[in-house]
C-alpha cells in the first residue's frame, strides 16, 4: 500500500518507521526542504536521535508525493493542521484514507483535528481516522511495545488503519468514539503541563496523583458533555496517554512545566524545550471551549490564567485545594 506521512517531527517519523516496517510504500514529508534533504542523506531525524531512517523509506520535501496514495497521515503541529490540510487537499483521491495524528484543539473555531482536516480538505477522502494512545515517539522509533486506538464512526475504516499499523511491537485498537479520543488526546497535554509545574514547585506523588485524577474528571466531564463515551476516557486515548505525558521526561509539556513551575516565563520554558509544547496552545483552546459550553473546569482554568494571565503557579494551589467539599461518586463524572 502506498503510505504518506505529513509532517517530519518525531511523531510523524516513527509511525511512517511502523509503516515501513510493515511492508508498506511509504514516503515522509516535511515541509522544509532543506530538512528532508538532510534527512534523505543522514538517515536519521535529529529529534530521534540514533535511530536509523531505512533505505526505503522515501523522503521529501515536494507534495506531488501524495498522488495515488491510499493512507495519508497527517502529523504537523495542531496549530498548522488546517492550513497542511488546504496544502495537501489538492492531491487527494476519493479512495484515500486521511488519518490524523496531531492533538489539540484550534484556537477560536474550537472544532476538533478530524474537524479542521474535513473543512480542509472537503469530501474528498474516503474518510478520517483518529489514531492516539500513550506512545512516545522515542519509544515507537525504538520498537518498544506500544498500543494505540483508531477511532473513526465508521469502524471499516478505523480497521483499514488498525492493519496498517499493526504490528508485533505496535498494537491498534478500533473504536468508534473519535469525539472522545481527540478530546482526550488534545487535553492531556494541558494537564501535562500542569503535572510539570507541579514538579517545578516542589510537589510530589500525591499531589501529582490528585491532579492526574481530578483532571480525568474534568476531561471525562467535558468529552461527555460533548458526545464522547465515558469508556474512552478511563482508556488507551484517556487515562493511558494522560499517564504517559505526566510522567515522562520524554514529554515536552511535563518539561515545560517544570521549568515553569522552577520560575522561568511560558516563553522561556518553551524556547528552552526548543519544540512545539502541544499544551500552551490547547489551555487556550480548552478554555475557551469549557467557557462556550458552560461545563466547569477548575484545573483547566487555572492553567489558562497561569499561561496566558500571568498568575503565578504558586498561588492556585490554595484556590484549587480550598473549593467546597464534593462527592466523588455524585454526579455526571465525578463532579
Not at 535511530?51 to 515536494?62: F, M, N, S, V
Not at 478530524?114 to 489514531?131: F, M, P
Not at 469502524?155 to 469525539?179: N, P
Request: charged residues 20%; contains cysteine.
Amino acid at each position: 500500500m502506498k503510505a504518506v506521512v505529513l509532517g517530519s517531527g518525531g511523531w510523524g517519523t516513527a509511525l511512517a518507521l511502523v509503516l515501513c516496517g510493515n511492508g508498506h510504500d511509504v514516503t515522509l514529508w516535511s515541509r522544509t526542504p532543506a530538512k528532508a534533504e538532510e534527512m534523505a542523506r543522514t538517515r536519521e531525524n535529529p529529534l530521534l536521535k540514533g535511530i536509523p531512517l531505512p533505505e526505503a523509506l522515501k523522503i521529501t520535501g515536494d507534495l506531488s508525493c501524495l498522488e495515488g496514495a491510499e493512507l495519508v497521515v497527517s502529523a504537523p503541529p495542531s496549530f498548522a493542521v488546517r492550513e497542511t490540510g488546504k496544502k495537501m487537499a489538492p492531491y487527494l483521491r476519493p479512495g484515500t484514507v486521511l488519518v490524523t495524528v496531531s492533538k489539540g484543539i484550534e484556537r477560536d473555531t474550537n472544532l476538533r483535528l478530524s474537524q479542521v482536516l474535513r473543512e480542509a480538505t472537503g469530501d474528498v477522502c474516503r474518510g478520517i481516522v483518529a489514531l492516539s494512545g500513550p506512545s512516545h515517539a522515542e519509544e515507537v522509533g525504538l520498537r518498544l511495545p506500544t498500543a494505540c486506538v483508531a477511532a473513526c464512526p465508521e469502524l471499516e475504516e478505523a480497521r483499514f488503519v488498525q492493519e496498517a499499523f499493526m504490528s508485533d511491537c505496535f498494537r491498534v485498537y478500533t473504536s468508534y468514539d473519535i469525539v472522545g479520543v481527540e478530546l482526550a488526546a488534545a487535553l492531556k497535554n494541558v494537564i501535562a503541563l500542569s503535572c510539570g509545574i507541579c514538579a517545578g514547585l516542589g510537589f510530589q506523588d500525591n499531589t501529582k496523583a490528585l491532579l492526574m485524577t481530578r483532571a480525568m474528571a474534568e476531561i471525562t466531564r467535558l468529552g461527555e458533555h460533548l458526545g464522547g463515551v465515558r469508556k474512552t476516557f478511563g482508556g488507551l486515548a484517556g487515562m493511558g496517554d494522560l499517564i504517559v505525558t505526566c510522567t515522562s521526561m520524554h514529554s515536552r509539556n511535563n518539561r515545560a512545566g517544570i521549568l515553569i513551575g522552577q520560575g522561568k516565563s511560558v516563553q522561556e520554558a518553551m524556547k528552552e524545550v526548543g519544540a512545539v509544547v502541544e499544551g500552551y496552545y490547547a489551555a487556550e483552546s480548552v478554555h475557551q471551549l469549557a467557557a462556550r459550553e458552560g461545563v466547569e473546569m477548575p484545573i483547566c482554568r487555572c492553567a489558562y490564567e497561569v499561561l496566558y494571565e500571568g498568575k503565578q503557579a504558586r498561588d492556585v494551589v490554595p484556590e484549587l485545594m480550598g473549593r467546597p467539599g464534593k462527592d466523588e461518586l455524585l454526579g455526571t463524572a465525578w463532579l
